[in-house]
């Protein structure tokens, strides 16, 4: 305890700045994903037939380690926080990807017709109908894509991106448990945190008329 | 108002959903397209808002060709009402109704009182308009259907088996509101079913169709009258005599319990005597026990008269009869297929018990036609 007190007076400072640098690393890598993600995701599937291809491909790139994808940005962007902020984004899009296009081909091809019918735009039918349905199942993806990025986010320290991986690496060249706690407890405790406030997030952003018909189902 | 010009669509591969259509229809007027699955009906009215596009010919709403207008305009001038009622579970019933006035850019306003005001015209109270869909039941989620495809106040609507889903006592009522709404607010309704009651039920006029083609388009009365071929017969008589009166089933309940008949030794001047007597042309033969032992008619008689004396050498043998507890549907089939006139109806020992004619037919169709109304007005 006495350790821990001592760590906080002395490093409390740069603590905060080392957790503020793992959140921008991670929720920028994250908000990316979802920019580029949920409209590819859309745009799937109105083309089905090539939507299995791609996912294909990010299947496959999800499959590289973590780290790799990092060292493999160094000779194109160097290092810093931009390169580690595109391999995460990288990772971050297969979920967000996958979730949102199986979100909204869920939707009843029915409520596609009727809206087709009463003569909505294409246009029109995404925003009015198919986001707001698919919404549960796209911010899933968000979810749980964000919270593993807050993990994956500790590794990109090795390439000089700072962030809470800088003790965790420290703490272990050094064989210093506090440095190794001071890392990986903010890292647990942000994903916990983000976790949560997106589950706000997605209570906000789902219909209420979707979230009395999931009580009475 | 409606207008079908040589209408075919033909899908890739050269299957003809429908071909050659041609017809016309009066504004106000309610159409039902009837006829069994895959005969194409679904298909021509998504072709009036474009769902589907025809292939050949040309449809005109209000005389202008749909091709010309762009589809999303058109669509949103045509009310749509389809079978898995359609509403949308993330709106509420305001939102829902008032949907296609929202696309139209209705101001908020407007769209709520103009919510309300339609509500009013299937009996719901405003506090409906707060609800969501599953909060409803069955019938009123239909209405809510219906009232959102009346909502921009379009003057054609089509509607796509939209009782189907509901259960007989709630989609009865639904049909008799919807049919007084329609004349009401004389709207053009292209209705499509494969139900004959609700067809004609509902229908001003009705076309009847199969493979892709039109057999018969008239008014209900006229069809039931003079049905155009074999196949609408049997589409109104499977549909109307069997379902229609379900206490009738089988052949005990419709035969003519005194059929005229002669004994096999009897003369033939004496079967001819009878049958002018009766006015019939055809004698059922049985023995002392009643048991059936053929026929005899007219010309059988007249052919061998100058031969033979009794009834029992001239009498045909081989007959068509039925056993008691036969049902009334299979009969009819019978009757149908066959081209029969009249079955003797038999116990299980064969002693006759009854006849069936085409005149009893035509009392069951009767019936089950107009027996009802007569209860009821």
Known sequence: ?217 | MLKFDHVSKVYKGGKHAVSDLNMEFEKGEFIVFIGPSGCGKTTTMKMINRLIEPTEGSIYVDGEDIMKVDPVELRRKIGYVIQQIGLFPHMTIEQNISLVLKLLKWPEEKRRERAKELLTLVDMTPDYLERYPHELSGGQQQRIGVLRALAADQSLILMDEPFGALDPITRDSLQEEFKKLQRKLNKTIVFVTHDMDEALKLADRIVIMRDGKIVQFDTPDEILRNPADEFVEEFIGQERLVQARPNIQTVEQIMNLAPVTVMGDQTLSAAIKLMKERRVDTLLVINEDQVLQGYIDVEMIDQKRTKVNLVSEVMERKMLKMETGTLVKDTIRKFLNRAIKYVPVVDENERLVGIVTRANLVDVVYDSIWGDEEITS
């Open chain 1, 1 to 217: 305890m006495d350790t821990m007190i001592s760590f906080l007076s002395e490093n409390g400072m740069d603590l905060l700045v080392k957790t503020w640098e793992h959140l921008y690393i991670s929720l920028a890598a994250a908000g990316l994903g979802v920019i580029v993600a949920v409209p590819l995701g859309i745009a799937l599937t109105r083309i089905k037939r090539i939507a299995g291809f791609i996912m294909g491909i990010l299947s496959i790139i999800q499959t590289i380690p973590s780290f790799a994808i990092l060292v493999l940005f160094i000779p194109i962007l160097g290092i810093g926080k931009v390169p580690a902020i595109v391999a995460l984004f990288i990772y971050s899009l297969l979920p967000i990807l996958r979730n949102t296009y199986i979100g909204i081909s869920g939707v009843s091809n029915n409520l596609l017709e009727v809206g087709k019918g009463m003569g909505m735009t294409n246009w029109e039918r995404i925003v009015q109908v198919e986001l707001p349905l698919a919404v549960p199942v796209i911010m899933a993806g968000i979810r749980l894509s964000t919270v593993y990025l807050i993990g994956w986010a500790t590794l990109a320290s090795y390439i000089g991106a700072g962030g809470l991986g800088d003790y965790i690496f420290s703490g272990l060249n050094l064989y210093q448990t506090e440095f190794i706690l001071a890392g990986a407890i903010p890292v647990t405790i942000l994903a916990l945190l983000t976790d949560l406030l997106l589950g706000k997030v997605e209570d906000w952003v789902t219909p209420t008329g979707m979230k009395k018909l999931k009580v009475n189902a």
